[in-house]
């Protein structure tokens, strides 16, 4: 089993900077851990994950302004943001896959999130 808990999340303006950090996912063996997001009215979105391998991989959405790192000895999955936007605000959830694919469909385990609040 296991149980990831995000922290992390806070309120900051617009420009700023927050980092969020993933504990409890297993580094083997691990199809992927990934973060999402779930905007006010809106549904969940993928924004980066980290395969098992250590090979990051960011979304679109966010590519330019967020970034993964990973430290093994702590089993953290740390996502750094930064020039933090309005739109930014939502829950941000950590989930990890035992075989994948690594969107919503093919997480196993999830976290109860964290909340950033961009303000303008």
């Known amino acids: 089993q296991v149980e990831l808990l995000e922290s992390g999340g806070g309120a900051v303006q617009a420009g700023g900077s927050l980092e969020l950090s993933c504990t409890g996912y297993?580094?083997?063996?691990?199809?992927?851990t990934a973060w999402f997001r779930q905007a006010p009215g809106k549904e969940r979105e993928r924004i980066a994950l980290?395969?098992?391998?250590?090979?990051?991989y960011v979304d679109d959405s966010v590519k330019g302004r967020f970034t993964l790192s990973r430290d093994n000895a702590k089993t953290t999955l740390y996502l750094h943001m930064n020039n933090l936007k309005p739109e930014d605000t939502g829950t941000y959830y950590c989930?990890?896959?035992?075989?994948?694919?690594?969107?919503?469909?093919?997480?196993?385990?999830w976290g109860k999130g964290t909340l950033v609040t961009i303000s303008s």
């Open positions: 989930a990890a896959a035992d075989i994948g694919p690594c969107s919503s469909i093919g997480m196993d385990y």
């Open positions: 297993k580094t083997r063996p691990n199809y992927c």
């Open positions: 980290m395969f098992g391998n250590g090979t990051p």
